[in-house]
């Protein structure tokens, strides 16, 4: 009997039993960055759902015809035919699925499975053709087998089935039709034969089936495209740990750029995650999956902007241009003591060629008027007058340049996300012939917390400001203090750049989902190192057809 219904009913089980994992999980030992935990109510809920697929679509199966020979001995043999052979009964019982710590994988049984079968009989003998109908019931089939869950040497998951048992009970066959005489005498016979033929497909089916499954997992990926910037590497770092009651899986995690992909300066910290057994699914990752895909944006050169006056809402009373930012930047020198203070000039410093014919300020090359004092020492005119910068170039709009000068890192605190943000403000005065003559250069260090959760299958989130600090790195137009600039920045992160950020971070982005799989009643929580989604989980698939 080339294939029988029981072979198909086990095969369609330990499809469901194999493809409940897969479903929930993405794909030399390291330290993973990313971990998944299916918990043994997960295993079980899919189980049912299975079951239940299984039921409904095997009222949809034909099964193949089957053809053989009965030996009558010198008389020679007949040949009969069964055709359109379909599952008019099925008594599914609950099958087991249980994780194994044994074979470090799956063991799935499934005994006392009855089914009734009907269908069209032909014989041909000699001259003789005679046909009818017929019934069969088919009870007490088993199987059990266990199936081992490993990693292959590219970091895939790899299954292989380590054993399997088949059984089969009572074959009852019923002929009928006007020559159903020609073969009642060899129902016995008949039945012998398809009851061997089940026992003997069952378990090369399921071998079919686990090797085909495998062949599936081989061609998976591995290292997905997060955009047209950055990959992230997905490999299973060490093999699957089987528990009693739970399937965890390690996953590598690290973010790369596409063009040029370098090693982070830092390594995954190891940590661990708990066991949600309420749920059916946990899923977590370090911060270290953040941190290099930080990274790799800053050493490929993505992390930086450049702003100008027209980003500048025009209802804002400080502009990009030297007049306005003019007034946020005093110059000092320094005093006899070595405290550096205001300079005031007398009048308005006149700039001074450089050899090479363009203004630069790097050589001091300004002027001030001095007057002697009453010691006969040279002073500084102490006069408020026009400040330092729209003096040197009046009237020019500023362009600024944005970066991080190195790697934004994040942090995992219980209840929390924090992000360390080093980063530098270029500033240029445009000249009337498009040139970007530079004025200063400023380290910005600033600091933000922030908080995740999910709402409405939504996750959502917030940022606000810790700290903020402007410190002088280099300048053309003399030192100055930051005092007032420090606080324009503050004052522009709070109310022009956090508040439509937290809007848009306020609507959220769905949850990953796929049409078969839904997550249901998810919770984020923020532990020490490491952030963790767990959730139940909802499975639809199509009558007659499981799409993956």
């Known amino acids: 009997m080339k294939t029988s219904c029981c072979a198909v009913v086990a095969k369609m089980f330990v499809t469901a039993a194999l493809s409940a994992i897969f479903f929930f999980c993405t794909r030399a030992q390291e330290v993973p960055a990313v971990q998944v935990v299916f918990t043994d109510k ?28 009965i030996p009558l001995g010198f008389l020679g043999q007949m040949d009969y ?45 000699g001259i003789l053709n005679a046909g009818g109908s017929f019934d069969v019931g088919v009870f007490q089939v088993g199987v059990a087998s266990e199936q081992h869950l490993g990693r292959d040497s590219g970091g895939r998951l790899c299954v292989s089935q380590v054993i399997c048992e088949a059984t089969t009970g009572q074959v009852d066959l019923r002929l009928h039709g006007g020559s159903s005489w020609i073969l009642q005498p060899f129902g016995s016979h008949l039945e012998a034969f398809i009851r061997r033929q089940i026992q003997a497909r069952l378990c090369p089916t399921m071998e079919d089936l686990v090797e085909n499954l495998e062949q599936h997992l081989q061609a ?12 992230v590497d997905l490999p299973l770092t ?20 596409v063009k040029e992909p370098k090693e982070p300066p830092f390594d995954p910290q190891p940590f ?21 895909a930080s990274f790799s944006c800053w050493a490929a050169g993505l992390l930086h902007t450049f702003i100008d006056d027209s980003m500048v809402p025009a209802s804002s009373p400080v502009h990009l241009n030297t007049r306005s930012l003019g007034a946020f ?67 020019l709009p500023v362009v600024l340049k944005v970066h991080a000068r190195n790697t934004p890192m994040f942090s995992f605190h219980p209840g929390a996300v924090t992000l360390i943000l080093p980063g530098a403000i270029k500033a240029f005065a445009l000249q009337a012939n498009a040139t970007r003559t530079p004025l200063f250069k400023l ?8 908080s995740v959760w999910v709402d409405n299958g939504r996750l959502k989130s917030s940022v606000t400001m810790d700290n903020l600090n402007l410190t002088l790195a280099a300048t053309t137009i003399g030192p100055f203090k930051t005092d007032a600039l420090e606080n324009l920045s503050r004052m522009t992160m709070k109310m022009l750049v956090l508040p439509p950020l937290n809007d848009r971070l306020s609507r959220g982005v769905i949850l990953p989902q796929s049409r078969q799989v839904h997550l249901v009643q ?13 959730s139940d989980v909802e499975l639809r698939l199509n009558h007659g057809t499981m799409e993956h």
């Open 42 to 69: 997960g295993l079980q809920y899919a189980k049912n759902v299975f079951t239940n697929w299984i039921q409904d679509t095997l009222e949809l199966i034909t099964l193949p015809d089957v053809k053989g020979q």
């Open 81 to 125: 035919t069964l055709s359109g052979v379909n599952i008019s009964k099925c008594d599914f019982p609950d099958p087991s699925v249980q994780f194994s710590q044994e074979v470090s994988g799956l063991k799935t049984t499934m005994a006392g499975l009855n089914v009734a079968l009907t269908g069209d009989w032909r014989v041909h003998w």
């Open 220 to 231: 998976m990926k591995v290292r997905l495209q997060v955009n047209q910037d950055l990959i």
């Open 238 to 257: 060490s093999r699957p740990v089987v528990q009693a009651a739970s399937l965890r899986f390690g996953l590598k995690g690290e973010v790369s750029s």
């Open 272 to 292: 661990v995650l708990p066991e949600h057994a309420q749920f059916m699914l946990t899923a977590a990752l370090s911060d270290f999956t953040l941190n290099s």
């Open 329 to 395: 930047i005093p110059q000092v020198c320094p005093h006899s003591s070595g405290t550096p203070t205001l300079l005031r000039y007398a009048h308005t410093p006149q700039a001074r060629p450089h050899s090479s014919g363009t203004p630069t300020l790097l050589r001091y090359a300004y002027t001030t008027q001095v007057r002697p004092h009453s010691s006969g020492t040279p002073t500084l005119l102490r006069h408020a007058h026009t400040p330092q910068l729209p003096g040197l170039f009046p009237d």
């Open 443 to 450: 380290h910005l260090d600033s600091s933000y917390k922030g």
């Open 522 to 534: 998810a919770v984020v929580s923020v532990e020490e190192g490491f952030m963790d989604l767990h």
